[in-house]
């Protein structure tokens, strides 16, 4: 077994999902090497998504790193709290007056409050759907920003939009201002969407001639042929025949 780590900075067995310590090369458990950029030669990716729904939307994978993710968000605004309050009062922008105390009192109920909801806001079932890409556009955009000065500027950027059919006949819109997903989609995939409680993730039918796949997890872009994402070691939807 690994050294069980806190926080980020391990990583996860592309091949079993086994958590494995930083500057280790093999996978203690499956003996897999883990990293690098030859991991498959020159062995093609073609086919290796398979065609056909996972049936590991329920894995155990999914739940284990929704936990784990909450946990960390935990360690990590106990760290801001005892770090931001401790370099104001280094630096001397704050003494430990009354004044001092209610500042510091503000800045901790802000952490917590944004922290907490943000950790424990209710993740349901949303209900499951299957679509079809319909079309994909992008558009250019403008939108006003502020600078360090409060000065407003023009700031363009484009939005990648992905339009997919549902069985009830409407359209969803699948916007976003990279275009990773858009690139991932293409017209007349077939799709499903999951509504899981630890998932938020839409599946492609056919798979056969990707080359990555997203993990429906933490979002990392995957190598297709991987079972599972190295930086959550969540298993990756692939298809079904595929897996053992
Ligand atoms: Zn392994
Ligand atoms: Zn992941």
Request: hydrophobic fraction near 30%; glycine fraction near 10%; include cysteine.
């Amino acid at each position: 077994m690994a050294k069980k780590f806190v926080g980020y900075g391990n990583f996860f067995c592309w091949n079993c999902g086994e958590r494995i310590e930083k500057g280790k090369r093999i996978c203690p458990n499956c003996g897999s090497k883990y990293s690098g950029d030859s991991k498959y030669g020159n062995v093609s990716a073609l086919g290796a998504g398979g065609i056909g729904w996972s049936h590991n939307a329920a894995h155990h994978s999914f739940k284990k790193y929704f936990k784990n993710d909450r946990k960390y968000s935990m360690i990590w605004l106990i760290g801001i709290s005892i770090l931001v309050p401790g370099g104001m009062l280094l630096s001397r922008e704050i003494e430990l007056d009354t004044e001092g105390i209610m500042v510091i009192g503000g800045i901790l109920a802000a952490f917590w409050g944004i922290g907490l909801l943000f950790m424990f806001k209710k993740r349901g079932k949303k209900p499951d759907w299957d679509g079809i890409v319909e079309d994909k556009k992008t558009f250019q955009k403008t939108r006003l920003r502020k600078d360090r000065e409060g000065k407003k500027y023009e700031e363009s950027y484009t939005e990648y939009i992905v339009y997919i059919r549902k069985q009830n006949n409407s359209i969803f819109e699948l916007k976003e201002e990279d275009s990773a997903q858009y690139d991932y989609f293409n017209i007349y995939d077939y799709l499903h969407y999951h509504g899981d409680k630890y998932l938020n993730y839409i599946e492609k039918y056919d798979k056969s001639l990707d080359t990555i796949i997203f993990c429906a997890s933490c979002r990392s872009i995957c190598d297709i042929r991987d079972n599972y994402c190295e930086r959550c070691g969540c298993i990756l939807l692939k298809a079904d025949w595929l897996s053992r």
